[in-house]
């Protein structure tokens, strides 16, 4: 096939075309219970394209192919417009992410009081660069454009946090914060 499309958008589109029995994956009844749940406010179950994404998201952590196809097949759309939202929004994952996503604002505001500092620290402090996952799985670190919050830069959201006014020593005490809550939960 000859497009201009991403090689993983085409393998999606081709999926989409065989019969739904041949590819795996599946919704659990509780997300499909999620995802009627918010299609109740809508007109049909095919108006909450990105609440079912979020909503698979939050069980699994991540979108795989799988489970892009599984959302597609129960709201009955072809898994090439789901894969165009799952794209188009930053806050949807298409590969496993770290257990804690650091959204890191690269603002022009935030980059005036210093946020490529702070990413150069984080990266040092973790290891990481953006876009990748630390070694312990705990935390993936994302640059993003803008958080809105450009009065209090530099900002990083931090799960469903936002943090303001930022130094290395609050990103230090942040990041301590969480591997201490995922030590806590580490059974031992």
Excluded at 13 to 39: C, F, H, Q, V, W
Excluded at 52 to 61: E, F, P, S, W, Y
Excluded at 134 to 151: H, Q, Y
Excluded at 158 to 185: F, P, T
């Amino acid at each position: 096939m000859s497009s201009l499309l991403e090689p993983e958008l085409i393998e999606v589109m081709e999926k989409s075309n065989k019969d739904p029995e041949e590819l795996s994956g599946t919704l659990t009844d509780e997300e499909k219970r999620d995802i009627d749940k918010e299609a109740a406010h809508y007109e049909g179950k095919s108006s909450v394209v990105l609440e079912a994404l979020r909503i698979v998201q939050k069980h699994r952590g991540w979108i795989s192919d799988s489970s892009l196809q599984a959302i597609a097949n129960y709201l009955e759309i072809p898994a090439a417009q789901l894969e165009g939202v799952a794209t188009y929004y930053q806050l949807i994952f298409r590969q496993p992410v770290g257990k804690e996503v650091i959204y890191l604002c690269k603002s022009s505001s935030c980059w005036i009081m210093g946020c490529d500092q702070l990413q150069k620290h984080i990266s040092q402090r973790l290891q990481i660069e953006p876009g990748q996952t630390s070694a312990d799985g705990i935390f993936t670190l994302l640059e993003t454009p803008c958080l809105g919050d450009c009065d209090k830069a530099p900002v990083l959201m931090l799960g469903d946090e936002m943090y303001r006014n930022l130094n290395e020593s609050a990103i230090d005490a942040l990041i301590d914060k969480k591997k201490q809550v995922h030590a806590d939960k580490s059974p031992d």
